[in-house]
């Protein structure tokens, strides 16, 4: 019985226990935590107490004296020293930053005096402090380096404490203003002060120095207008420089200084400006050059571009270009550095540039669509960034880059490749023997001369073609830049028709079809600008002043390229996937277009100048059947280099294949596809759009059978073999485009285009699609019509008016010559435009109302100046010849492109040729063929005694127009 009772006690007895030891090890935790929390809270009342304590002697010490509120009596040197020390022990920014102020302000004051017990930098000669002494100079420098980064310039009171701390840090970094030096027993010191001022800069430039002068620039000029001011700007470029002057320009500080300083927002546009003694310190030390060398290393540009963002290595490149302005004659020296550093910094930052917006990319105001972001203080800097990219294409650096070429004289005549020479004998052994004897006659320019030459221009064109494509949104201002150059032009082509041979280059390109083949640099860059001056240029320009080149430069333009792109294809020179988009090839065949265009609407080269005769077209046109890639690319890009009558052949051809293959081969009656209308003789018009507008295109390029109603409603006796359709077709052609309809005006020389003021006739639009429909259907069947289009109209409906090469202005004589008169004469007043009173509007009387237009939004607010003056030209005809009819061009050829196929019309290169497809050939008729193919019906035949009657009044009694009326009466589309 009692040993059950013990077991309770025992086990009370150990929880007790176990209690009480848990109890005392809390009470030991409790105890080391309050000791614990009592030495912290001692630890910072003590620290607290101490930082108040250092505070108030700092402030005691450095009070200023009666009636002054920042200047502070001299104290001793040591004093200052030990009173820092603590300071500095226990600095915080925000509680001692107005300190550190104050003692900026002494320091720098008692720098300016020559006694050695109160100047702070004679610590530095102390044996037992010199080491202290220099250490804290350096914190109390890196401190005011700091302070640079996180103040703002923009605001007044930071303005101020900015200036301070530039000014200790100018003052510590150079021993020029010590008044301690000038006593003559300091004399002996100076080089070893000297050496202390390159070891406290060495420090600087370590720590991060470059560093937050970079932000302070970036933040005080990254913006619209500036808000450094002079004496600020001037002490950051000084600091920048003297660790370089230092270091006898080390290629390392080189680097940082170029990574830090010229990577700002066009930093020397304002330096240049605001601080110009800066620049001629820039100057005296050759810094470009300098610069030059050490970016010539394609390791250092790699390393600086990955260093800057891309947006940063386009400022760099603005100042780099900026400095080659004004260091001109450092750039003729070392052009080819200049060149090839500043194409580097292009294909770099080309790299983050794409062709289209997507989630991961930005648009930039100079690159387009880029692939970084773009810092938001750059966006109000890029104005100046733009302005000094923009001295890269200025006439001054345009010259020294192209010196080489500009110098060259250019002969008045020279060996031509027009009329019956080819590219082979262009290409003969006798022009490069020519070429040598001329080059032993010119002694003083020897081969290796020439090769440095040929060297320069291929460099140079190869850095404006890295720019074209580069900076996307200056192309246009590049290509004026260039092209707007009195000579250079012309004279690159005479480069390119005595250096470039084309079957040299066409065996480069087939070993290598890279776009970046030296010639083909210099080709492209020509092909682009000269195909953008061309675009310009009108008629008074080109033809009677001929600049900038003579018409015989430009028919051999026509022909060099002519060969280029056809040998390019037909001989598979670029692989026939890629040759379309190929940069040689769509600048060379968009020169070609232009200069092909312009020759068709005033004639400058001799007759079948464009055709390829080292092909015969029955060759050509059998590669086309067998289908060949190299034939239909051609055909499409350059139909012209085959003759126009084989083209139209061709286009027979295909309605022909589109018929068989919708089985519109049978006889007019049996057919299935054959559509029934009824037409009111005095409701042609009407009747006809009623019941042909609804139906598809593809029955109406089907038979349509007509049954005409005359005046009393009685049904006409006719079948469409004898031609009522085709009556019918030249009926509603013939009204449709009667002026008196509105639909359409006539021109000065009585040619068609739709009427602006269409709109009063219901349902218009409407109208001109069906009536383009008409139209196409009469081309589609091969009824000839004689509706004289206005040649601007034409090349709308082949659709040329889409090319980027397309000038309004060209086109606009075949409209108004009296306004193509007025934009000329403005184009080229020699006095003050503004004085001509114009702005981008002009009013217009549209049935008695005067109605305003502009010509872009707010035109009437923009007046016309030199510099917009051609953008005003251009627009104002844009405006005449497609604005102002833009709706009923689209309708009409909507409807006629609905028949005829699109594609086919790129076998007909210019207007003309669309109207001979049209209104037939304006040609004498060849009666010998027109009897050969002859078919004929009712038991005649071609020896019949009527027959031979017949021929013989045709071919002796008929005029050429009485000739052309009996072919058009007698043709029949539906044999």
């Not at 700002?264 to 304002?270: D, G, I, N, S, Y």
């Not at 040598?436 to 020439?450: G, L, P, T």
């Not at 306004?819 to 009013?843: M, P, Q, R």
């Not at 076998?907 to 009897?931: N, V, Y």
Request: proline share 3%; hydrophobic share 40%.
């Amino acid at each position: 019985m009692f040993a059950v009772k013990a077991e309770p006690k025992k086990t009370e007895f150990l929880e007790q226990a176990k209690s009480a030891r848990l109890e005392r090890a809390n009470e030991k935790k409790r105890e080391e935590a309050c000791i614990e929390i009592q030495a912290y809270v001692r630890s910072f009342i003590v620290r607290r107490r101490l930082q108040k304590q250092v505070r108030e002697e700092f402030d005691l010490f450095f009070q200023p004296c009666n009636g002054s509120e920042t200047i502070v009596p001299p104290k001793p040197a040591i004093d200052v020293y030990k009173l820092v020390r603590k300071l500095l022990f226990l600095y915080s920014d925000r509680s001692d930053r107005e300190r550190l102020e104050v003692l900026c302000r002494y320091l720098v004051a008692s720098m300016d005096t020559d006694s050695t017990r109160d100047c702070y930098i004679s610590l530095a000669l102390n044996k037992d402090l010199m080491l202290d002494c220099i250490q804290q100079i350096k914190d109390l420098l890196w401190l005011c380096c700091l302070q640079l980064k996180t103040l703002k310039p923009d605001n007044p009171n930071d303005a101020k404490s900015i200036n301070l701390h530039l000014h200790i840090l100018v003052t510590f970094t150079s021993t020029s203003t010590w008044k301690m030096l000038k006593n003559k027993s300091m004399e002996p010191l100076r080089a070893s002060l000297n050496q202390l001022c390159n070891n406290i800069m060495g420090h600087l430039h370590q720590s991060g120095m470059y560093s937050a002068l970079q932000e302070l620039l970036s933040k005080g000029l990254a913006r619209a207008k500036p808000c450094l001011k002079h004496a600020t700007l001037s002490a950051v470029i000084t600091l920048a420089l003297r660790p370089l002057v230092a270091a006898n320009f080390s290629e390392n500080l080189i680097n940082l200084f170029v990574l830090h300083i010229l990577s700002v927002p066009a930093v020397v546009q304002h330096l240049s400006v605001m601080a110009p003694e800066c620049l001629a310190v820039f100057m005296s030390n050759g810094l470009f050059k300098k610069c030059l060398e050490m970016l010539i290393s394609e390791q250092s540009t790699r390393i600086v571009f990955y260093s800057l963002e891309g947006n940063y290595a386009l400022c760099l490149l603005g100042n780099i270009i900026q400095l080659a302005d004004i260091e001109k004659e450092q750039l003729s020296t070392g052009l080819v550095e200049f060149t090839v550093v500043v194409s580097r910094l292009l294909e770099r930052c080309q790299k983050y540039v794409v062709n289209k917006k997507s989630n991961l990319t930005h648009w930039h105001p100079v690159l387009g669509w880029f692939s970084q972001k773009t810092d938001v203080r750059l966006h109000d800097a890029m104005t100046h960034v733009v302005e000094q990219l923009s001295l890269l294409w200025s006439n001054n650096i345009i010259k020294i880059l192209f010196a080489e070429l500009l110098a060259v004289e250019t002969p008045h005549e020279y060996p031509t490749l027009l009329g019956a020479q080819t590219p082979q004998q262009a290409n003969r052994p006798k022009d490069l023997l020519k070429k040598a004897f001329s080059s032993r006659q010119n002694a003083h320019k020897s081969n290796k001369q020439e090769q440095n030459e040929s060297v320069i221009v291929t460099l140079v064109c190869a850095l404006y073609q890295t720019a074209l494509s580069t900076l996307t949104q200056l192309r246009m201002n590049i290509l004026t830049g260039i092209s707007q150059h009195e000579a250079l032009l012309s004279k690159l082509w005479h480069y390119i028709h005595t250096h470039v041979r084309l079957k040299s280059l066409l065996e480069q390109l087939s070993n290598n079809s890279s776009s970046s083949l030296p010639d083909c640099q210099v080709l492209i860059l020509f092909c682009d600008c000269a195909s953008y001056l061309i675009t310009i240029l009108d008629d008074i320009e080109m033809y009677e002043q001929q600049l900038p080149f003579r018409l015989q430069q430009v028919a051999d333009m026509g022909l060099f390229f002519n060969q280029l792109v056809f040998r390019v294809v037909w001989n598979n020179v670029i692989d026939i996937r890629v040759v379309a988009n190929h940069s040689l090839f769509v600048g060379a065949h968009g020169l070609l277009t232009l200069l092909h265009e312009r020759d068709c609407r005033r004639q400058y080269a001799p007759k079948n100048h464009w055709l390829i005769k080292d092909v015969k077209a029955s060759a050509f046109l059998g590669e086309l059947e067998h289908g060949k890639k190299a034939a239909s690319l051609l055909l499409q890009k350059v139909a012209f280099i085959i003759p126009h009558k084989e083209r139209v052949l061709l286009f027979r051809k295909f309605v022909n294949g589109e018929k068989a293959a919708m089985g519109l081969t049978e006889s007019v009656f049996a057919s299935p596809q054959s559509t029934l209308i009824t037409i009111h003789r005095s409701r042609i018009i009407e009747d006809g759009y009623r019941q042909l507008a609804a139906i598809p295109a593809q029955a109406l390029k089907g038979v349509i059978r007509v049954k005409f109603v005359n005046q009393q409603g009685l049904d006409e006796a006719g079948i469409d073999q004898d031609g009522v359709f085709k009556e019918f077709l030249e009926e509603t052609i013939k009204r449709v485009f009667d002026p008196s309809l509105n639909l359409f005006k006539v021109t000065s020389e009585m040619r068609l285009y739709p009427s602006p003021t269409s709109s009063v006739q219901d349902n218009h639009l409407l109208l001109f699609e069906f009536v383009g429909r008409m139209l196409g259907k009469a081309v589609y069947e091969g009824i000839v019509v004689e509706v004289p289009f206005a040649p601007f109209f034409l090349t709308h409906v082949l659709g040329h008016h889409y090319r980027s090469n397309y000038s309004s202005i060209d086109e606009l004589p075949s409209l108004d010559p009296e306004l193509y008169k007025n934009l000329t004469y403005i184009k080229h007043y020699e006095g003050d435009v503004a004085d001509l009173e114009l702005n981008f509007s002009f009013d217009e009387d549209v049935m008695g109302r005067l109605i305003n237009h502009e010509l872009v939004p707010g035109g009437k607010a923009i007046s016309v100046t030199r510099e917009n003056m051609i953008y005003y030209v251009h627009m104002m005809a844009h405006f005449r010849m497609h604005t102002q009819i833009k709706e009923q061009s689209n309708a009409f050829i909507r409807g006629f492109r609905s028949i005829i196929n699109p594609d086919w019309l790129s076998l007909f290169s210019r207007a003309p040729e669309l109207q001979c497809l049209i209104s037939g050939d304006t040609a004498e008729i060849d009666m010998q063929d027109l009897r050969a193919h002859t078919q004929y019906y009712g038991g005649f035949h071609n020896n019949h005694r009527v027959i031979v009657w017949l021929w013989d009044i045709l071919q002796n009694d008929f005029t050429a127009q009485e000739k052309g009326q009996f072919l058009k009466v007698t043709s029949n589309p539906f044999k």
